[in-house]
């Protein structure tokens, strides 16, 4: 059974470092073909595409945030990471982490909510 | 970026009734494209990949179709747990990228 969990600090000021964790369980990251995907919308509006970790350590990230972004893995303990610097109330969203088959997110977190208020 | 149109933005139909919601990129991405479900105050759900392939465990009157940059989703006998938000998802090229989202409700 395939499951991922989010967690992440609730609250955080402008100008300040987001680190987030997924941990996961039901796969391996050093799986042929397996990747991890990170989500966010906010309140009430669409889904955006953050960034990709695959099990050979390839990345992908998306270009609309700036170099803002580091994804990691720890494959032993099955956990990946996202790093978000210099946020602002924009970054203000749901956070989610997602099974990443080929492209397409077939099991999804429950997300984490990311609050960005002085 | 790949621009991912999502058309109606909302849609009101009757229990039973047929379904559809259009997604157009803004190139060609070579079927390379999903559709979510997302209830309110849950995690968007896969119901089809690669344009057409049903995710396992999704009902049968879901189905997917289209090619190059125009796609749908069929959604066939209309039930009342289907009344949710639907995403469509490129994932041809990065950055990935979404639709902005078809509210669907019952009338």
């Known amino acids: 059974q395939v499951t991922l969990k989010e967690s992440g600090p609730g609250i955080l000021q402008p100008s300040q470092t987001l680190s987030l964790t997924c941990s996961f369980s039901?796969?391996?990251?050093?799986?042929?073909?397996?990747?991890v995907s990170w989500i966010r919308q906010p309140s009430g509006k669409g889904l955006e595409w953050l960034a990709t970790?695959?099990?050979?350590?390839?990345?992908g990230y998306n270009p609309s945030l700036k170099n803002r972004l580091t994804i990691s893995k720890d494959t032993s303990n099955n956990q990946a990471f996202l790093k978000i610097t210099s946020v602002d109330t924009a970054d203000t969203a749901i956070y989610y982490c997602?099974?990443?088959?080929?492209?397409?997110?077939?099991?999804w977190g429950q997300g984490t909510l990311v609050t960005v208020s002085s | 970026d790949i621009r991912m149109t999502q058309s109606p933005a909302s849609l009101s139909a009757s229990l039973g009734e047929t379904v559809n919601i259009e997604c157009l990129a803004s190139?060609?991405?070579?079927?390379?494209l999903a559709w979510y479900q997302q209830k309110p105050g849950k995690s968007p759900q896969l119901l089809i990949y690669?344009?057409?392939s049903l995710q396992n465990g999704v009902p049968s009157r879901f189905s997917g179709s289209g090619s190059g940059t125009q796609y749908s989703l069929k959604i066939n006998s209309l039930q009342s747990e289907d009344v949710a938000t639907y995403f469509c998802?490129?994932?041809?090229?990065?950055?990935?990228?979404f639709g902005a989202g078809t509210k669907l409700e019952l009338k």
């Open positions: 039901g796969f391996s990251l050093s799986t042929s073909g397996i990747c």
């Open positions: 190139e060609d991405i070579y079927s390379d």
């Open positions: 690669n344009a057409n």
């Open positions: 970790i695959c099990w050979e350590d390839s990345k």
């Open positions: 997602a099974l990443d088959y080929g492209g397409w997110f077939a099991y």
């Open positions: 998802q490129q994932y041809n090229n990065y950055p990935y990228t």
